[in-house]
């Protein structure tokens, strides 16, 4: 099992909707939790932390971790054309000091 | 908050000359940076990790001697990349976080290309 997993996408939703993006992971120790934005041709952005089980809000992004499940979401509300982007899931490992990417799930907001 | 500047943007050279990217943390200490690769539509792929004073560690497959870095400060990381080849070409990003479960903050690439 890979160590941070998404669908690669692409992903299509259109303008206006919500757009739910999910990964994830093997580690069940693991701690800390990210998302990151990367626009093709740039380095990635970080969007959302997210430490503790339940949802976590910063306007129309919500990130939720469900430890138990080894899972972790972004939910981003009222998507726009340029959130079309790759988004990147990616987990702080209990066992040292990296942090994995997943591959990214590419998303698609269709105007 | 959480600025990481890398420079130069954009590097082309000739095969077999040594090129150093430099990465900055502006308004935080950074007591680890990274270093990543980027192949076009494909994921990062870390190369290396650094800690202020210590020697980099790096990952299974990257060669340190072709990929020099050095971490003299808790503000600057750079990467020499050793007589580059046509095969090197890349972009090269680095990312830099302030403690051991702080979020990485990436600075804006150099994409190099060895003719």
């Known amino acids: 099992q890979k160590e941070v997993e998404q669908n690669s996408g692409p992903l299509s939703v259109p303008e206006g909707a919500i757009a739910s993006l999910n990964c994830t992971y093997s580690?069940?120790?693991?701690?800390?939790f990210f998302w990151y934005r990367q626009y093709s041709g740039k380095s990635p952005e970080l969007i959302m932390s997210?430490?503790?089980?339940g949802d976590k809000e910063d306007g129309r992004f919500t990130a939720q971790l469900n430890k138990a499940s080894q899972y972790v979401s972004l939910l981003i509300r009222d998507s726009q054309p340029s959130d079309s982007a790759t988004y990147l899931c990616?987990?702080?490992?209990?066992?040292?000091?990296?942090?994995?990417f997943g591959k990214g799930t590419r998303l698609h907001i269709l105007p | 908050g959480a600025v990481v500047s890398q420079h130069p943007s954009w590097v082309i050279c000739k095969s077999g000359t040594s090129v150093k990217i430099e990465c900055r943390s502006l308004?935080?200490?950074?007591?680890?940076m990274f270093w990543y690769r980027q192949f076009p539509k494909q994921s990062l792929m870390l190369m290396a990790t650094?800690?202020?004073?210590?020697?980099?560690?790096?990952e299974q497959g990257v060669e340190k001697d072709k990929f020099l870095i050095n971490h003299a400060s808790l503000t600057l990381s750079t990467l020499t990349v050793t007589s580059a080849h046509p095969e090197d070409s890349s972009f090269y990003i680095c990312?830099?976080?302030?403690?051991?479960?702080?979020?990485?903050?990436f600075g804006d690439g150099t994409r190099l290309s060895i003719l």
């Open positions: 308004d935080f200490q950074a007591t680890t």
């Open positions: 650094s800690n202020e004073g210590s020697k980099a560690t790096y």
């Open positions: 990312s830099a976080r302030a403690g051991r479960y702080q979020p990485q903050h």
């Open positions: 580690d069940r120790g693991s701690q800390s």
């Open positions: 997210i430490y503790s089980n």
């Open positions: 990616a987990v702080k490992l209990n066992r040292d000091d990296k942090i994995i």
